[in-house]
């Protein structure tokens, strides 16, 4: 399972960085996406990384402010999210993904949030 953690207030135009750590697996094979849900909005994948070659993904709200890493020896996948945006707030999320990482179709269960806010 993945357990995403990090979340806060901040800011426009603050960072935070969040993390998605797994249990009972080790993330080395399969891809992983960082998701969102606004209020009222439906969720929406934001950036995924293919961990066996390293290739990332990012929706065009998102490009140049986010980035997405492993650290492989913490088994742990982090969202660095820099120049927040009100736009930004949401419940945050980490899941697997199917191997197409600009699709991110997600598979597996997904676990508890980490919200977001960004305030004006």
């Known amino acids: 399972q993945l357990q995403a953690y990090g979340g806060g207030s901040v800011q426009a135009g603050g960072f935070l960085t969040l993390s998605c750590a797994a249990s009972?697996?080790?993330?080395?094979?399969?891809?992983i996406a960082w998701f969102r849900q606004a209020p009222g909005k439906e969720r929406e994948g934001v950036s995924s990384?293919?961990?066996?070659?390293?290739?990332?993904y990012y929706v065009d709200s998102v490009k140049g402010r986010f980035t997405i890493s492993v650290d492989s020896a913490k088994n742990t996948v982090y969202l660095q999210m820099n120049g927040l945006r009100p736009e930004d707030t949401a419940v945050y999320y980490c899941?697997?993904?199917?191997?197409?990482?600009?699709?991110?179709?997600?598979?597996?269960?997904w676990g508890q949030g980490t919200l977001v806010t960004v305030s004006s």
């Open positions: 990384i293919n961990i066996p070659d390293g290739r990332t």
């Open positions: 009972g697996f080790t993330l080395d094979r399969q891809p």
């Open positions: 899941v697997t993904i199917y191997d197409d990482i600009a699709t991110m179709t997600p598979w597996g269960r």
